[in-house]
């Protein structure tokens, strides 16, 4: 008979979730777990096979983390702004999901999978009488000068504040409208 877990899963992904948090992603460990866990890491395996799953669920926890920071978010600006502000408050978490080159392409990612992408574009499209192609250009040009700044937030390269980022991504939305319009003269 196997032994008795002594932690559930939900404790153990936390536990990585927060050494995610503090010291980022390399810091996770089977020692470390076991040490934020007040035990060996022995524990840990009798509930996961091995570090690979936890670190796999671990990042899952994460994008519920930052799918919460997006939560009720209908339009490309507000969408932007929690990405930025998630890369702010949590730039651990930031890096794990949006600059680990595991990640890089995992559902929910990247932007034409996001599940707000059909709204968004919808309301882009009407808005400001774009075509399809033209709503996804736009799309695809913003979510890059959003993932710029987040990258400079989550970095500690700068520090903005909410307003200097609506400022800056109303800005970027009305210079790439006007060179979008312009493609069709």
Same mark, same amino acid.
């Given at each position: ?6 932690? %559930?899963?939900?404790?153990? @992904? ?7 948090? =503090? ?5 996770? %460990?089977?020692? *470390? ?5 007040? *035990? *060996?890491?022995?524990?840990?395996? #009798?509930? +996961? ?6 670190? /796999?669920? #671990? ?30 408050? =949590?730039?651990?978490? +930031? ?13 929910? @990612? ?15 499209? =009407?808005?400001?009488?774009? #075509?399809? /192609? ?9 979510? %890059? ?5 987040? %990258? ?7 520090? +903005? /504040?909410? =307003? ?11 210079? +790439? ?9």
């Amino acid at each position: 008979m196997p032994p008795k877990a002594k932690f %559930t899963r939900e404790e153990i @992904i936390n536990a990585a979730l927060n050494i995610v948090r =503090e010291k980022g992603k390399e810091a996770v %460990t089977a020692r *470390s777990l076991g040490e934020a866990l007040g *035990s *060996s890491a022995r524990p840990i395996f #009798t509930v +996961f096979h091995n570090m690979e799953e936890v670190l /796999s669920e #671990t990042d899952r926890s994460a994008r519920n983390v930052y799918n919460a920071y997006l939560k009720e978010e209908n339009s490309f600006k507000g969408v932007g702004m929690a990405y930025i502000r998630f890369a702010s408050e =949590e730039p651990n978490l +930031f890096r794990l999901l949006f600059m680990s080159e595991h990640n890089s392409k995992i559902d929910g @990612i990247l932007p034409e999978i996001d599940e707000n992408y059909a709204v968004i574009l919808s309301s882009v499209k =009407e808005e400001y009488a774009l #075509t399809q /192609s033209q709503a996804e250009r736009f799309y695809r040009h913003l979510w %890059t000068y959003s993932h710029g700044i987040a %990258t400079l937030c989550a970095t500690d390269s700068c520090r +903005f /504040s909410e =307003e200097e980022v609506s400022g800056f991504l109303q800005e970027a939305g009305r210079a +790439f409208i006007h060179l979008l319009r312009g493609e069709n003269k």
